[in-house]
């Protein structure tokens, strides 16, 4: 007799409530919460309550749903549960989503080994140091100091690290006595997945203010174009009509013909041309 193993009923719930808010919800939004703090993860929870059902269970229930519902596309979010993986079902936007995350992230002091986000130096001017020991620390990092009012002050703006190196535990120790916090804590959306599509971090991650400016450029050059081109459209017609009527104008004026939209200037300009004409005569 072949042997079975028991599974518990606690397991087949837990996939099947997820089976069902795969169902259930338009979007998912997958996260890696690795090495987050549980102090932060209960703050992004807690802002983010009432807008995301939020579930961190065991992966292989994660897997065993997917596998079981097979929606579409779900490959490429079984690559995505890595690390600690949580799953976000929710309602809304995935771009407004990712922005809620990415705004509950807090600033922290970097660690040895970790990536400069961006590059990371020190400005110009006083520091809160007083002459000692920290001269020293300044020298190591290259950087130049004076002695301004009982201060150490840097003479010259230095970088220490650029953006995309790794961080070593000299600088690392010296940000963090600068109080320096170029590091970012909080949940790592890593995709959403909307009604089948997946949307990675890349696109999510759009700079808006960009994105609004790149389309309000493109539409100044499609206008523009327009323009030129002399293709009329609802946002150029009455710029081309405008266009047009002065053209014609000119072209009436450089041609002596005589309109309606050109008689005042006509006569206007010949009463000019007989003044002075009178002037030159001395018949005024």
């Known amino acids: 007799m072949e042997h079975k193993p028991h599974v518990h009923s606690w397991k087949k719930e837990q996939v099947q409530h997820l089976e069902q808010l795969f169902k259930t919800y338009p979007n998912i939004a997958v996260a890696n919460l690795e090495g987050l703090p549980a102090r932060t993860y209960q703050i992004v929870r807690k802002q983010l309550r009432g807008k995301v059902e939020f579930i961190m269970t065991r992966k292989d229930f994660m897997i065993k749903a997917l596998e079981q519902i097979k929606p579409k596309n779900h490959e490429q979010l079984l690559k995505h549960l890595t690390g600690v993986p949580a799953l976000l079902f929710t309602h809304e936007d995935p771009f407004r989503l990712y922005k809620l995350v990415d705004k509950s992230k807090t600033d922290a002091f970097a660690k040895p080994g970790q990536i400069a986000p961006y590059d990371l130096g020190i400005d110009e001017g006083p520091t809160k140091f007083t002459p000692g020991p920290m001269i020293a620390e300044f020298g190591q990092m290259g950087i ?5 009012e009982g201060k150490i002050s840097v003479r010259t703006a230095k970088i220490i690290v650029e953006g995309g190196k790794a961080i070593t535990d000299k600088v690392a120790a010296f940000l963090q006595k600068m109080e320096i916090r170029p590091m970012k804590i909080g949940m790592n959306i890593a995709l959403v997945y909307e009604k089948g599509e ?21 539409a100044r050059d499609s206008i523009g174009l327009a323009l030129h081109i002399g293709y009329a459209t609802p946002e150029t ?30 006569l206007a300009e010949a009463e000019a041309q007989a003044a002075n004409v009178q002037q030159a005569a001395g018949l005024k």
Do not use: C, F, N
């Not at 041609?255 to 939209?261: A, C, D, I, R």
């Open 198 to 218: 997946i949307i990675p971090k890349s696109v999510l991650a759009v700079d808006e203010s960009q994105y609004i400016q790149a389309i309000t450029q493109a």
């Open 144 to 148: 130049k100091t004076e002695v301004k």
């Open 237 to 266: 017609i009455k710029m081309l009509l405008s266009k047009a009527d002065a053209q014609a104008r000119s072209v009436a004026r450089e041609g002596k013909l005589l309109t309606p939209e050109t008689a005042k200037e006509a």
